[in-house]
């Protein structure tokens, strides 16, 4: 009987990335519509920002050596001169002995090196202001170009644009940047047991779980799902979806017939798409083990196990990363720390997902193993997390911190 | 001078959630559009799955107790009666003595109470079958109904739905779910110095920030953004613009002008919108002092401050629950645990909220405070979480343990 060809988690990488590469196409995107969106290009500021030196706080702009040794019993006194008008040049060029009121972001007028706060200052009346509390030169400023300096990488292709990515954006006067456009996902489903979810399976059947575990989780990392449905259980039915899904998507997911059984046709399909053919069979990874990948001529193909616990551990792990980074870097979340519950044994030479639950007891988080057999879609939703127990351990004991990754 | 009358953090949400409260519409939606929505009602499961007793491996069902004592040496043979189809009903009905070849996921055929997996057998002729190790009666098999009984609830009002939510969803048939739609938020600048990003700033003008800040923390929440534009600082300018953006949206936020400064007229506007008027005025909050929080008529308004900095805290504490829970519930992701890189000193009496960039080092994970002035949007770039000194510690000190929210 042919068995798997088992390679670990990091040689199937090294694999893919060997054999594959992402090919981004881009689009051009207004701020509003941005969030989330990968960068296709580096950001560069052609300005300053800010673009003059202004105040962080509402005060009285002056000169700081003359508040040098002011205290309540004896402050510094200051000739008012008015107020700077937010958004236009001040008029008003201070000289010794006089203050100029300034509210937060308002423009230092010439003269003036720092800006006393409101609460430090006392009107003596319309004309005379008394400090109480010295102020630093540059003290409640933000100069010219201290927050992004002109010529300045402000951001870098491939990153995942959050708010205040937006706000810097707006700030440096970039109101549509080229983004990634998502990767073509195709979705389909194998085995003659499926039927469509919207459909009354009759007895022996059961409804399609994966097309739908994957097209969320597709869509979570930034791709764009498409399904291409149901499969039979037979090399011609599976080819032709195959090759569908091929000639319109960048990667192909198919979901059960992944094994060695005698109905497992998924390598044989994989092995006629296109060169170089299959790169793996069998990942030494639990729940998860009977996957295998394959490139066709430029395109990325997987074959997934059936069980949908086994199908996200997978996905996690191999296709997230190339929807989201074109490949296997950084920016894996750093897993929250927790506490097992209870201790857990594992077969050496393989890597194990063990779904958690998170429980906070006594001000510490505890790490609560889901149990339940890997085919039960209802473990991975009473689930917060999985923990990793590496290839090389055999297992977790009670009360040992481990590393929680969220999904 | 009036000054703030500051709230802490949970009494501001009490005064919140004691005179607002969130009014939910609702639209049905399909799986494939329903990632990351909320549901607008329990789910039950109206069927038990799976519907028949299933196998979990690639393997022969059989009576477990006559594989006992089963070894390499001395295996337990029976007479081979074919395979289960799949997605059909068994015409195999098994005798003492008889094994039936089955996939994974086939039925159980009556007579049979276990599978013994295809590795723990040898096929000595078309129909004879070695079992080489003993099975449990239950082993390798999903029961009926096991991961999910009829009557069940397996999804609650308020769940944002996840990839394996939807899974369960498609298992047990129900292909389109109520969810809530996204509450609309009005978004209001205000301030002389504003220009739209889209304008070159004159000297002493600069871009508006907050509006594409907010605008992305109100869509990364799960509500709709209404970007209203920039409002002079004119009570009568931004009234205008407060009540076109309360007849349209069921929250509102005006950044900037939520000071004491001698500009800041939202706090004038927002006693003018409606009863009950003004919440309160100032959060022992830094960044964020300068926050109020007012509700007109059902409607809930908040200013705050004009720092897009404090901007994302304040939103992060109190709006962001609203959007997505509808109160300040449960529900936040549990805080990453890493250790400072530094100690920092902070004025008891407030809580302090620190940006943080996360960095690994020996395996181990610690917290670097971004230092720079909360004026400056690019400390938010660079910063991946925040860290919070709470209201009654006076600092954190270096190597201590600490809790990162990301964002």
Same mark, same amino acid.
């Given at each position: 009987?042919?068995?798997?060809?088992?390679?670990?988690v %990091?040689?199937?990488?090294?694999?893919?990335?060997?054999?594959?590469?992402?090919?981004?196409?881009i689009e051009?995107v207004?701020?509003?519509? $941005?969030?989330?969106?990968?960068?296709?290009?580096?950001?560069?500021?052609?300005?300053?920002?800010?673009?003059?030196? +202004?105040?962080?706080?509402?005060?009285?702009a &002056?000169?700081?050596?003359?508040?040098?040794?002011?205290?309540?019993?004896? %402050?510094?006194?200051?000739?008012? #001169?008015?107020? /700077?008008?937010?958004?236009?040049?001040?008029?008003?060029?201070?000289l010794?002995?006089q203050?100029?009121?300034v509210?937060?972001?308002? =423009?230092? %007028?010439? *003269?003036?090196?720092?800006v006393v706060?409101? !609460?430090?200052?006392?009107?003596?009346?319309?004309?005379?202001?008394?400090? /109480?509390r010295?102020?630093?030169?540059? !003290?409640?400023?933000?100069?010219?170009?201290?927050?992004?300096a002109?010529g300045?990488q402000? &951001?870098?292709?491939?990153?995942?644009?959050?708010p205040?990515?937006?706000?810097l954006?707006?700030a440096?006067?970039?109101?549509?940047?080229?983004?990634?456009?998502? =990767? @073509?996902?195709?979705i389909?489903?194998?085995?003659?047991?499926?039927?469509?979810?919207?459909? !009354?399976p009759?007895?022996?059947?059961? +409804?399609?779980?994966?097309?739908?575990?994957?097209?969320?989780?597709?869509?979570?990392?930034?791709?764009?799902?498409?399904?291409?449905?149901?499969?039979?259980?037979?090399?011609? $039915?599976?080819?032709?979806?195959?090759?569908?899904?091929?000639?319109?998507?960048?990667?192909v997911? /198919?979901?059960?017939?992944?094994?060695?059984?005698?109905?497992?046709?998924?390598?044989?399909v994989?092995?006629s798409?296109?060169t170089?053919?299959?790169?793996?069979?069998?990942?030494?990874? @639990?729940?998860g083990k009977?996957?295998?990948?394959?490139?066709?001529?430029g395109?990325?193909v997987?074959?997934?196990?059936?069980?949908?616990?086994?199908?996200?551990?997978?996905?996690?792990?191999l296709? @997230?990363?190339?929807?989201?980074?074109? *490949?296997?870097?950084?920016? +894996?979340?750093? $897993?929250?720390?927790?506490? #097992?519950?209870?201790?857990?044994?594992?077969?050496?030479?393989?890597?194990?997902?063990? +779904?958690?639950r998170l429980?906070e007891?006594?001000?510490e988080?505890w790490?609560?193993?889901?149990?339940?057999?890997?085919? &039960?879609?209802?473990?991975?939703?009473?689930?917060?997390?999985?923990?990793?127990?590496?290839?090389?351990a055999?297992?977790?004991s009670?009360g040992?911190?481990?590393?929680?990754? &969220?999904?």
């Open positions: 009987m042919e068995l798997f060809n088992v390679v670990t %990091p040689e199937a990488r090294r694999q893919i990335e060997q054999s594959w590469e992402a090919k981004w196409q051009r207004s701020l509003t519509e $941005a969030l989330g969106r990968r960068l296709a290009a580096d950001v560069f500021s052609r300005e300053e920002v800010p673009g003059f030196t +202004r105040s962080t706080v509402d005060g009285f &002056l000169r700081a050596e003359e508040t040098f040794g002011a205290t309540e019993t004896l %402050p510094a006194c200051f000739e008012l #001169m008015g107020e /700077i008008l937010m958004g236009v040049v001040p008029e008003i060029d201070l010794p002995g203050a100029a009121r509210s937060t972001g308002g =423009m230092l %007028p010439p *003269g003036a090196n720092a706060m409101l !609460e430090h200052t006392e009107l003596l009346d319309p004309k005379s202001l008394a400090v /109480i010295p102020v630093a030169p540059g !003290e409640n400023l933000v100069f010219q170009g201290e927050d992004i002109c300045s402000v &951001l870098t292709t491939g990153h995942r644009l959050r205040q990515d937006l706000g954006l707006a440096v006067g970039i109101t549509a940047v080229p983004v990634r456009l998502p =990767m @073509k996902v195709g389909i489903s194998t085995g003659n047991e499926l039927v469509m979810p919207e459909n !009354e009759l007895f022996g059947q059961v +409804r399609d779980i994966n097309s739908y575990v994957l097209s969320g989780l597709v869509q979570e990392s930034g791709g764009l799902p498409l399904l291409f449905g149901i499969a039979r259980d037979d090399p011609d $039915a599976i080819l032709a979806l195959a090759e569908k899904a091929l000639s319109l998507c960048d990667l997911l /198919i979901s059960g017939g992944s094994s060695v059984g005698s109905r497992d046709y998924t390598v044989q994989l092995k798409l296109g170089p053919g299959i790169l793996f069979h069998g990942v030494s990874l @639990k729940p009977p996957t295998l990948a394959a490139v066709a001529d395109r990325l997987f074959g997934l196990p059936g069980h949908p616990v086994s199908v996200m551990v997978v996905f996690d792990l296709i @997230k990363p190339l929807l989201s980074l074109g *490949g296997y870097g950084q920016e +894996r979340h750093p $897993a929250v720390r927790a506490k #097992m519950t209870r201790s857990l044994a594992s077969g050496a030479g393989r890597e194990e997902h063990v +779904r958690v429980i007891r006594d001000g988080l790490a609560d193993p889901v149990l339940g057999k890997s085919g &039960l879609i209802s473990t991975m939703v009473k689930a917060q997390g999985t923990v990793v127990i590496p290839l090389e055999e297992g977790l009670m040992q911190e481990v590393g929680v990754h &969220l999904f």
